[in-house]
């Protein structure tokens, strides 16, 4: 089949790789010059979620206090950002919680096996570095944790919980006073670079062919007709008003995978998301001092602060800004930038001293999209050739390599290897 593929992060990229491997021709249309621009340019650096990393569940937004969050909340008045709170809310009680991580279960352990088989066919190199440790503050915040723990437990993931003595014996960067309540330590698993693993994957299919980038052309609307779908780009800026007529592809099925842009995009084919976005932020900081910087990332658990060690820099990203959607589009202004990378400042400060130097450090936003159950959205959506790809939230990456392929087999149709519960909770419909 013929298959366009809207969005050229992360989530289009590993797609457009698993229906290339399935035998598909591929398009990716991307506005800008190159992939890997929107989101996933800034992200963390955590390859695969655990219960401690996803945003949803008993430690996310506890507290009403923007700093002990880690997520500014300024949805003033907004009707709609205030009931995306409280539907999050609902989340922090223990059972539902459990519920949902269990439902995209499936979808990270099918991401990691298709990682691992990208990774070892090509033997891509993309500033793979072993080992998370995550961080808990309080005794009220560690109490919120243990479900997390529970769940990690239940699904036997590798991991070890460790007292703050252990964890300064294991991290030397980490300080030990004040007191904290203890650390959670993932020795298999990983961080590394998004961005330079997007742009070898399409490197990988320059080379093999098959697939054609579409780079700096951006999509305006969707044709849904019978049997075909087609996707129209949107004149080029320079275009004269002659060769303003409108470019229209066609294909045999169209995936939308462009991040926020998604949004607009569904609405017009009549398919409202109640996906809601989210800023964040990241510093990439020199190290001050060798001796004080990790060996290994560490994670505000709570926060979901994460600091990660690429070469000479740290990547510090979270500082969550939330506001009324129809914000998204602003600047953030000032203050509440100064408030977000004061944020990952701190966490830095108190977690490993003297690591980064953050007076030097570049910063960075970007926006994506967090659903209110937890889950991302992908399957297929409204008309048998159109199928969606989006809102996996602060774990875009290591979750696009199950949902490509989960779309590629949906495509194909040949039978998903998530079960049908996992299937069913990442439709589109489950919304409505
Ligand atoms: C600061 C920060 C830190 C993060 N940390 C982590 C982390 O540690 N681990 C993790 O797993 N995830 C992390 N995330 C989340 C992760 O980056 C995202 O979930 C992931 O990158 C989403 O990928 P995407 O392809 O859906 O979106 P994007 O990367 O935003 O890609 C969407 C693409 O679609 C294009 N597009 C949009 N509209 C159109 C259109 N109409 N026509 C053509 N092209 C269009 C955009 O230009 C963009 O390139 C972080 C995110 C941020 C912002």
């Known amino acids: 089949m013929d298959v366009i593929v809207i969005g050229g992060g992360i989530v289009g990229v590993a797609t457009a790789y698993q229906l290339r491997a399935a035998g598909h021709r591929v398009c990716v249309v991307e506005r800008h ?7 996933t340019y800034g992200h963390g650096g955590t390859v695969l979620p655990t219960p401690l990393d996803v945003w949803f569940g ?16 300024k949805t003033g008045f907004n009707g709609p950002a205030r009931q995306f709170v409280k539907q999050l809310a609902v989340l922090q009680e223990p059972e539902a919680f459990s519920r949902q991580y269990g439902h995209l279960r499936p979808l990270i352990e099918s991401s990691r ?34 479900s997390a723990l529970e769940l990690l437990r239940q699904y036997e993931v590798p991991h070890h919980v460790l007292t703050p003595a252990e964890c300064a014996a294991f991290e030397h960067s980490v300080r030990t006073e004040p007191e904290f309540a203890g650390g959670v330590l993932f020795d298999q698993e990983r961080t590394a670079n ?19 980038f ?15 779908a087609s996707v129209e780009l949107a004149p080029s800026p320079g275009a004269t008003s002659r060769s303003r007529e409108v470019d229209v592809i066609h294909a045999d099925a169209v995936v939308v995978a462009a991040g926020y842009g998604s949004l607009g995009l569904l609405e017009r084919l009549g398919l409202r998301l109640p996906l809601h976005p989210l800023r964040l932020h990241n510093l990439v900081a020199p190290i001050a001092h060798e001796e004080c910087a990790p060996h290994v990332a560490i994670v ?16 510090i990203a979270g500082g969550a800004v939330l506001q009324s959607a129809g914000q998204i589009d602003k600047p953030l202004g000032e203050a509440l930038t100064k408030e977000a990378l004061a944020l990952l400042g701190q966490a830095t400060h108190d977690w490993i001293p003297g690591a ?24 297929n959506a409204l008309h048998p050739r159109l199928f969606v790809n989006v809102g996996h939230g602060p774990a875009g990456w290591g979750l696009a390599c199950g949902s490509g392929k989960l779309i590629a087999d949906l495509i194909s149709g040949h039978t998903p290897e998530v079960p049908a519960d996992t299937l069913a909770a990442l439709r589109a419909e489950r919304f409505q």
């Open 194 to 212: 998004c961005a330079l693993f997007a742009k070898l994957i399409k490197q990988t299919l320059d080379n093999q062919g098959g697939v054609q």
């Open 214 to 228: 579409m780079l700096g052309c951006e999509v305006s609307s969707i044709r849904l007709e019978g049997q075909r």
């Open 300 to 315: 505000d658990a709570v926060k979901r602060i994460g600091i990660s060690r690429m070469n000479q820099r740290l990547r």
């Open 33 to 39: 010059a190159t992939v890997a621009q929107g989101a």
């Open 356 to 379: 980064a130097r953050i007076s030097a450090a570049l910063p960075w936003e970007g926006v994506k999209l967090l659903s209110p159950d937890g889950l991302p959205v992908i399957g």
């Open 58 to 73: 008993p430690t996310f937004m506890a507290s009403r206090q923007n700093a002990r969050n880690g997520v500014i909340s």
């Open 113 to 146: 096996e298709t990682m691992a088989d990208v990774e070892t066919r090509f033997g891509l190199e993309f500033e793979q570095t072993s080992g998370v440790l995550y961080l808990v503050r309080s005794a009220q915040e560690w109490e919120q944790t243990q």
